[in-house]
């Protein structure tokens, strides 16, 4: 028997005896290409080879084959026989299907991070531009506070300092409409309106000494006079120790009030008549005093230095607030006197006369 692998070679003969045990074949299986007369015998025939197993075939978690690999030394055609070419493994599509999902929802998270992110920045810096504007509107609203407390505070002092202080045209333009000229016969006066009548007419009222001569003669018909209107008056009422007398009309008149407070020699005043006929006249001065000692008079009167003609008598002296203090009277002439006029007392016009 020759040693070299490509010859053919004949089994070995039959011997007697003991058999010796089997000899592994020096080369292994024969190699593709080769001729193959079966297997050799030493001296006894061997066992038949086993086939190679068959290949198994199981399926994969995602439905894919699995092919279990064929032993070494086994091919399609039994032992010997040349190994298929092995199949390229297949790619699992559904792992990178979702490997591709799992970063298209990462991006997207990420962008709604970052958009998140962006808002709430921006909603901060709005919150802050918010709290800024709302402490310098505070802080505004405190400066005005305080300067409106300082204004209050500087009104309060002028008001103060200014109390009392006559403004004569605001005042003149409050009581005009409520004073009149008088015709009472043959004497010419000046009357107020300070009163309501009960027929819805008004009270006006003037001196006793207006009225007189009119009385005298038997009448009470008069008639008062402002802007060019004439109304008819009657006589209601007189008092002659105090000489008051209360005209009557129908017409409807916005009534002047009395002061609330007694005057004190000093305080500003300012007369409303029609002296010498002359409606709307104002003149303005101050109370020089308060005395009830003036010769031929029977009250108590008030003393003041504006100035007063004939004409003037009936009409009201006024106060810095506008409300009636007295009713211009007279005034006393002597040679080189000036500024002595006299009024008297709206109260005393409250004494049974009208009712304030």
């Known amino acids: 028997m020759s040693d070299r692998g490509d010859e053919s070679f004949a089994p070995p003969t039959a011997q007697t005896g003991p058999l010796p045990g089997p000899r592994p074949p020096t080369s292994g299986w024969p190699q593709a290409g080769s001729s193959y007369s079966g297997p050799p015998s030493y001296g006894a025939p061997t066992a038949p080879i086993a086939p190679p197993p068959t290949p198994t075939q199981t399926t994969g978690a995602f439905g894919s084959p699995v092919h279990h690999p064929t032993p070494a030394g086994y091919g399609p055609g039994g032992p010997g026989s040349p190994l298929p070419p092995r199949r390229p493994t297949e790619r699992r599509s559904a792992p990178r299907l979702l490997t591709i999902g799992t970063f298209v929802l990462t991006l997207l998270l990420l962008i709604a991070v970052i958009v998140q992110t962006v808002l709430l920045s921006g909603l901060s810096s709005d919150v802050d531009d918010a709290r800024a504007a709302q402490s310098r509107a505070e802080t505004a609203a405190s400066k005005d506070r305080e300067d409106v407390s300082n204004l209050t505070k500087r009104i309060q002092a002028l008001e103060e300092r200014t109390e009392g202080t006559l403004n004569s045209t605001a005042v003149a333009k409050k009581v005009l409409p409520s004073v009149f000229s008088v015709r009472a016969g043959q004497a010419t006066g000046t009357a107020f309106a300070f009163g309501q009548a009960p027929n819805g007419g008004t009270f006006l009222v003037t001196n006793y000494h207006v009225v007189e001569s ?143």
């Open 214 to 356: 009119l009385l005298t003669s038997g009448s009470k018909n008069a008639t008062i006079q402002r802007d060019s209107e004439t109304y008819p008056v009657t006589v209601d009422r007189t008092d002659q120790q105090r000489d008051l007398a209360v005209l009557r009309t129908t017409a409807k008149f916005q009534p002047l009030k009395p002061a609330k407070v007694a005057v004190e020699p000093g305080d500003p005043v300012i007369v409303v008549g029609a002296p010498l006929g002359l409606t709307d006249t104002v003149t303005t001065g101050v109370v020089s005093a308060v005395r009830n000692d003036v010769e031929g008079l029977n009250t108590r009167v008030i003393q003041f230095d504006a100035a007063i003609n004939p004409g003037n008598s009936g009409g009201p002296v006024i106060n810095a607030n506008g409300e009636v203090v007295g009713i211009a009277q007279a005034k006393i002439i002597a040679e080189g006197a000036d500024g002595l006029g006299l009024a008297i007392p709206i109260d005393e016009v409250c004494k049974g006369l009208i009712s304030c």
